[in-house]
């Protein structure tokens, strides 16, 4: 008798039916998904001169440096992003509303 016909609909705690709903995939090892070692390299580069100037991204993409630096540029100081939360969020309104309150 095949699973299906036990139960057509799946039954919480029936390991037969969650074994029906796993699905198989490469992973990480995906050659689509991981990084050349070029661009690997750039980011990296990227985020140790962001470091040495006293920036810290909220992550090692370029897309989070390119934030934390634009982000800098706004405020007028290195974006630290373990202590000010997101870039995202620092325009120049807000950062006029953070100096007048004198948060930064």
């Known amino acids: ?28 090892a995906s050659s689509q998904k991981q990084t050349s070692n070029k661009k690997w390299e750039g980011e990296l580069n990227a985020y140790r001169e962001a470091r040495s100037q006293g920036i810290q991204p909220e992550g090692t993409s370029m897309a989070k440096i390119n934030e934390a630096r634009r982000a800098s540029d706004v405020m007028g100081k290195a974006f630290d992003a373990n202590t000010m939360g997101s870039s995202k969020i620092i325009q120049n309104n807000t950062v006029s509303k953070l100096k007048e309150v004198g948060a930064i």
């Not at 008798?1 to 198989?24: R, S, W």
């Open 1 to 28: 008798m095949k699973h299906l016909e036990k139960h057509p609909e799946a039954v919480e705690g029936c390991f037969g039916c969650k074994i029906l709903t796993l699905q198989m995939n490469t992973g990480d």
